[in-house]
T-cell receptor
Framework: GAVVSQHPSRVICKSGTSVKIECRSL??????MFWYRQFPKKSLMLMAT?????????EQGVEKDKFLINHASLTLSTLTVTSAHPEDSSFYIC?????????????FGPGTRLLVL | DQQVKQNSPSLSVQEGRISILNCDYT??????FLWYKKYPAEGPTFLIS?????DKNEDGRFTVFLNKSAKHLSLHIVPSQPGDSAVYFC???????????FGKGTKLTVNP
């Protein structure tokens, strides 16, 4: 199946710093990428949908100025957590969908564990 | 408001027996449901789906049942194998939307 990678897999940072997470589709072109967040014992929550070359669409309650999403190419999307605070500590996971693919063909990355001290 | 609920955080079954994972939803607009399996340190992978026009979909050892009147679906795995041990997420979506709404997941352990 299609492969989606995320980097880094784990990051620890100080409060106030910014952290960038990369999501790459390795063997297909992803016109749409999704960013999710999962808190402990909670479900995966969609944060935003990004389409290549256009601005991301954020879900209600997600601060677009805090979670900057860039989808500059068909194989790469980045999520930058700006001025991170301890409450931003979470598991961030991306998924990618190939152009014209069905709903079930969202391929997920392995996730990034963010810990803000 | 949790639109997709998986009320059992964990389930343990013996190898060879049936595993039944349950999922309830509250959004009556959902018309397509998916099950994903997730191993530790990996992303969720698609397992099986069902459209609301059906009440059953089968793929090998995996069968998903949908009861629209009860807003309930279940995933049956038979026979269960130790390699099926993972976290299973149920997700719903509506009208061709790309947005998936996930449950919290159920951790299945299949004991040899």
């Amino acid at each position: 199946g299609a492969v989606v990678s995320q980097h880094p897999s784990r990051v620890i940072c100080k409060s106030g710093t910014s952290v960038k997470i990369e999501c790459r589709s390795l063997d297909f072109q992803a016109t749409t990428m999704f960013w999710y967040r999962q808190f402990p014992k909670k479900s995966l929550m969609l944060m935003a949908t990004s389409n290549e070359g256009s601005k991301a669409t954020y879900e209600q309650g997600v601060e677009k100025d805090k979670f900057l999403i860039n989808h500059a190419s068909l194989t790469l999307s980045t999520l930058t957590v700006t001025s991170a605070h301890p409450e931003d500590s979470s598991f961030y996971i991306c998924s990618a969908r190939e152009a014209g693919a069905g709903q079930e063909t969202q391929y997920f990355g392995p996730g990034t564990r963010l810990l803000v001290l | 408001d949790q639109q997709v609920k998986q009320n059992s955080p964990s389930l343990s079954v013996q190898e060879g027996r049936i595993s039944i994972l349950n999922c309830d939803y509250t959004n009556s607009m959902f018309d397509y449901f998916l099950w994903y399996k997730k191993y530790p340190a990996e992303g969720p992978t698609f397992l099986i789906s069902i459209s609301s026009i059906k009440d059953k979909n089968e793929d090998g050892r995996f069968t998903v049942f949908l009861n629209k009147s009860a807003k309930h679906l279940s995933l049956h795995i038979v026979p269960s194998q130790p390699g099926d041990s993972a976290v299973y997420f149920c997700a719903g979506t509506q009208g061709g939307s790309e947005k998936l709404v996930f449950g919290k997941g159920t951790k299945l352990t299949v004991n040899p």
